[in-house]
């Protein structure tokens, strides 16, 4: 008999099927003993008589999570026997035959409960049993969900996916990099992306006209509260598009997902206010303001524009003037004048998208003039030299046809968790890290072996920093 998944057998009424899955709890009640078997698909409940002696002694020794295979018939449960809240609580499977596939040691912690009240650490080192548990198999399937409905919507408008290289050169988005040491070439170092921006704009000049991807935006970031070293953006460039090009495309995209997938929430407002920058600083004294009517109601989701963010700002602690965004996004052009007087006065063709008091993404329409992307190196103090050799592919490929372009990147975990209603992102994510970047269940980040550190050229200094 081939196996089925338990979510098939509704429809099975009077047939004998083959399941698998692993024991959820075992029930003894006198002869009778009732195993509750769970696929990823979901639970149903079987029932073992004491008739059958040999299946029956095999259940008596079953314990939770031991992995089984089981032939039984699908039966309508009596009617005082009837769980009208699960979905198959009206079924059971009268099992005849159950061979164990592998046991299982006891589970450190439970696993039939939401998993909110268990120490995190201990959760994220057994993430494969914690991933186990219904609320966290529901949260990776409405993420592929969600991805999925990305992918269909960008396909069925002529966008191409193309993925971008890990192993790169610096691209700056206001973050370190995480570096990674080269073995053929001692010495030198390949950085990590903290976005793919560089590489989308270039594909911009290959001609692709609409690009995405489901991208890894790497960022070696101090602590900061709910963050991860890595995030997965929607990542989108588009050619010939001004930002009301790019600001509907996405608008329709957010509003036509949450309708399809989750339409018991509701959009605060329709089409999504914008606000300019100086508008959410003056009233909400945030550019990621909150704008639900109800704070309390899960179901609202205020999403909005914050746009004519200022290019460039102050960064008072590096006694620089820093983009705002990235160095790659284009002044207004009323505002090209400024350039060379008040940078500090000129608006960006920048846009944020925010949802219920987050910042869910961000993007603009980019430079691509070569002259005028030098002025804003010089504006942020990259030198001439520093320009030729970090930028210089960038600045020559604008001599070569560059097309008018802008794009954007949203932040996929935070918009996951916001829709699933989770207070954080690490829910959201099958292998999250620790805020403080460590992957308990790895042991990552660890040494590594004298003979690798020989190989790359590298020795590690004594008295290193302790975290
Ligand atoms: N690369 C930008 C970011 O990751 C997004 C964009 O400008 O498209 O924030």
Known sequence: MKRILIKDIANKIGESVKLAGWVDVRRDHGKLIFIDLRDSTGKVQTVITPGNKETHEIANGLRPEWVIEMEGEVKKRPENMINPELPLGGIEISANKISVLNKSKTPVFEIGTNGYEINEEIRLKYR????????????????????????????????????????????PEGARDFVVPSRLHQGKFYALPQSPQQYKQLLMIAGVEKYFQVAKAIRDEDTRGDRQPEHTQLDLEMSFADQ?????????????????????????????????????????????????????????LAFGWVIDFPLFEYDEKEKRIAPMHHMFTSPKDEDIGLLGKNPLKITGKLYDMVCNGHELGSGSIRINDPELQKKVFEIIGISEQETLDKFGHLLEAYEYGA?????????????????????????????????????????????????????????IKKGKKKP
Do not use: C
């Not at 960008?154 to 193309?162: G, H, N, P, V, Y």
């Not at 042991?443 to 190989?455: F, T, V, W, Y």
């Open 403 to 459: 097309p008018p372009h802008g794009g954007i990147a949203l932040g996929i975990d935070r918009l996951v968790a916001i829709l699933q209603g989770e207070p954080n992102i690490r829910e959201v994510i099958a292998f999250p890290k620790t805020g403080d970047g460590r992957d308990l269940m790895m042991n990552a980040p660890s040494e590594i072996a004298k003979e690798q550190l020989d190989e790359l050229g590298i020795e």
């Open 128 to 171: 494969y049993l914690d991933l186990r548990r219904e609320r966290m198999q529901k949260n990776l399937m409405v993420r592929h969900n969600i991805v999925k409905y990305f992918r269909d919507y960008l396909s069925e408008r002529d966008f191409i996916e193309i993925e971008t290289p890990l192993l790169t050169k610096s691209t």
């Open 244 to 300: 009301e090009t790019i600001i509907n495309l996405i608008e329709d995209l957010i509003t036509s997902l949450v309708k399809t997938l989750f339409p018991r929430k509701k959009i605060t407002r329709l089409p999504w206010p914008r606000l300019t920058y100086k508008e959410a600083m003056e009233k909400y004294k945030n550019d990621k303001p909150d704008l639900r009517n109800d704070k309390k109601n899960i179901d609202e």
